[in-house]
């Protein structure tokens, strides 16, 4: 469950991240800056860099990349100018070959000369969408945020990075479901189209309660039927797999906040953000 928001601005990203980077915010960041882009982060050595660059794009659904730092940087300009990667996120996952060692607060003293960051599509964005469309999302009603799962869907390999599909889980009225499936499928940046509609068995979901994390609704009323998209905690279970000699992760839905409007990413096509991408990363 998100905490109750302490008496802040917590409407523009630049004041949110602030909030955490002080200490004075450590929630879920699901409804704050309610009309700017979240994403998910993933830090590695440089030397896996370009593998999992090639990861992301062999499974963009799931990984959609908006930002991807130089070796070293602490931010990412085009996504926000004061950015810090190392302490405005507000909870953080670090692996070490493999293993989960510490889920600290920063991780300034862990930030390296040659660690690349990636900021990649989060579904909190298209959340605001949806929304907008008139779609309830009961689980924003109650405080909390949408649940993950573990599937037996696989993704595609790329150098060390490979494993199973993550996704998450809404619980939509189901009048809402094909409405739901036809808005977000318009906004690849935000994960695209639902990967299932249904039964959670067929994905190989034994038991909604067991949510990957531990946290999200889990639980579905009568009327509602579960609808699942591809996540971007895809990429911590591919660099468990790859055994990454430190990897550092967003932890829950602790995500990255940028100065990106969501309307106006939303409006880019695949192709468009990939182009520019491209242009950011050849001018690093």
Not at 151 to 176: C, E, H, I, N
Not at 179 to 194: D, I
Not at 234 to 244: D, I, N, P, R, V
């Amino acid at each position: 469950m998100t905490e109750t928001l302490p008496a802040l601005d917590l409407a523009t990203p630049p004041a949110v991240r602030a909030a955490i980077r002080s200490g004075a915010y450590r929630g879920f960041t699901n409804l704050l800056a309610r009309d700017y882009v979240q994403g998910n982060l993933m830090v590695v050595p440089q030397a896996q860099a370009d593998d999992f660059a090639e990861f992301c794009a062999r499974n963009a659904q799931a990984l959609p990349l908006l930002g991807r730092s130089a070796p070293g940087a602490v931010g990412i300009p085009a996504l926000a100018a004061d950015l810090d990667l190392r302490s405005d996120v507000g909870g953080y996952m670090v692996f070490r070959d493999g293993v989960l060692c510490a889920t600290p607060q920063d991780v300034r003293s862990e930030w390296r000369e040659d660690l690349v960051a990636f900021v990649l599509g989060c579904s909190f964005s298209f959340e605001r969408l949806l929304l907008q469309h008139g779609i309830r999302l009961r689980h924003l009603d109650e405080g909390n945020v949408s649940a993950m799962y573990v599937t037996t869907l696989q993704t595609r390999s790329a150098g060390p990075f490979k494993g199973p599909l993550v996704v998450s889980m809404r619980a939509l009225r189901a009048a809402d479901v094909e409405r739901a499936a036809e808005v977000s499928a318009r906004y690849p940046m935000f994960h695209g189209a639902p990967v299932h509609i249904g039964d959670p068995a067929a994905i190989g979901i034994t038991d909604l309660s067991q949510s990957y994390g531990g946290h999200g609704l889990t639980q579905l009323q009568d009327d509602e039927v579960p609808v699942f998209w591809a996540c971007g905690a895809t990429a911590q279970l591919a660099a468990l797999h790859a055994g990454l000699p430190l990897c550092i992760t967003h932890h829950q839905a602790h995500m990255v906040v940028t100065d990106l409007q969501i309307e106006a990413l939303a409006s880019r096509t695949h192709a468009q953000h990939s182009q520019q991408q491209g242009k950011q990363q050849n001018g690093h």
